[in-house]
């Protein structure tokens, strides 16, 4: 849990308030989407099938959000120094080494060194997923004036010291419109954007619910460290859990995994469809994770739509099963640490997969060419 200075920072919300937010808002909810769009090619299928939803979603903006794997480098380098002499020689190895065993493994089999990899830093994921923003808008024919805002150039460093951005001041200006209802942040990147607004306006967590994915299932006993999302700003992910905002919590690992999608089904349903389509089938055709994950013959592999849950959950609440439950706490280590005392906090457990394509693919029909 976070210091209590920083918790007392922000207002206490009332049950009645927590209730009245986590309902699920039904269609023309006020909506921001912030999103490391170029971070891999899920996001891009999930802003897509918002703009393409305009019946359905009120987008008010687009805020883009740092990413980066740096992070991982180090640690994936002694990885594969660790197999390449035969492998772990002690549980204490074999820890180590954790999520990252497959990808070293492919890194050994292919001949991949990992202090070659380029890893994208978070200033230019910033700015790379601003401007894959402004693509999407493109494809989809939606005109981006006035829609997208640039984000946080780094991660957290200090709960004082906020990232003031176009991005956190348009999240914080358009919860304070409270005569216009509550706002939804579909967050589907690092949290950056979110805490920042939060920190320089403690006031607007009685006006917006985030919705975020990321991690595993808060009853898994697991480290969240493996999470992109998560651990990329630490700071920022352990603000979210612990400040009281309203959350809807879509866990990545388990349920936002069931969203994998393959080539057949990309040559059937996505190519072809407008201009959105094609630039989707692209994106899928040629990967750019398949490189820095030593990915071979990714023909015959599916790959995860993660942020698609976020968007499907807004969309009709029987594609993503959620419960009720109370927010937990992350500790230094990224474990979760459960408190029923804790304030109120709504989680998915489950979802349609082949209804929530089914949507996604009816939208992409009715794309501009």
């Known amino acids: ?97 954790g999520g990252l065993a497959g990808w070293a493994q492919r890194m050994v089999d ?21 401007q894959e923003i402004l693509r ?37 200006e358009s919860a304070r419109r409270r005569e216009d ?15 920042s607004a939060l920190l320089m306006a403690p006031d607007i967590i009685d006006n917006m619910v985030v919705v975020w994915t990321a991690g595993f299932p808060t009853y898994a006993p697991f480290s969240n460290e493996p999470s992109l999302n998560l651990v990329q700003d630490r700071l920022s992910s352990r603000l979210l859990f612990d400040c009281g905002v309203p959350q809807v919590y879509l866990p990545g690992y388990h349920v936002g ?10 040559e059937r349903f996505v190519k072809g469809q407008g ?23 990714a023909e015959a592999k599916t790959w995860v739509i993660w942020d698609m849950i976020n968007v499907a959950w807004l969309l009709d609440p029987a594609y993503v099963s959620t419960f009720d439950t109370q927010a937990p706490s992350l500790d230094p280590g990224l474990y979760w640490r459960q408190d029923s005392m804790r304030h109120p906090m709504v989680e998915a457990y489950d979802l349609n997969r082949d209804a929530i394509f089914e949507d996604f693919y009816r939208c992409l029909s009715k794309a501009p060419l």
């Not at 493109?138 to 176009?166: I, M, N, Q, W």
């Not at 939804?184 to 949290?191: D, F, P, R, T």
């Open 275 to 297: 201009a959105i389509g094609d630039y989707l089938h692209h994106l899928y055709t040629n990967n750019p994770l398949h490189e820095m994950f030593a990915i071979t013959g």
């Open 110 to 130: 292919t001949g991949s060194d990992p202090k070659e990899t380029l890893f994208t830093l978070p200033k230019e994921g910033a700015e790379l997923s601003y």
């Open 181 to 195: 209802g509550p706002v939804y942040v579909l967050a589907m990147g690092a949290l950056t954007n979110i805490a």
């Open 1 to 97: 849990m976070l210091d209590q200075d920083v918790i007392a920072r922000f207002p206490k919300l009332s049950a009645e308030l927590y209730q009245r937010l986590l309902a699920h808002p039904g269609h023309l909810a006020r909506v921001i989407i912030d999103t490391d769009t170029a971070n891999e090619i899920d996001d891009q299928y999930a802003l897509a099938w918002a703009l393409l939803s305009p019946d359905r979603v009120r987008l008010e903006g687009v805020t883009a959000v740092p990413f980066s794997f740096a992070h991982h480098q180090d640690n994936l380098i002694r990885s594969v120094a660790i197999l390449k002499r035969g492998g772990p020689e002690n549980p204490a190895e074999e820890k180590f080494m």
């Open 257 to 266: 995994a069931q969203l994998k999608i393959s080539l057949p089904e990309m």
């Open 136 to 172: 999407v808008f493109g494809k989809c024919g939606v005109d981006h004036e006035g829609k997208v805002y640039r984000g946080a150039p780094g991660y957290l460093e200090s709960f004082d010291s906020p990232f003031d951005t176009p991005a956190a001041r348009f999240i914080v």
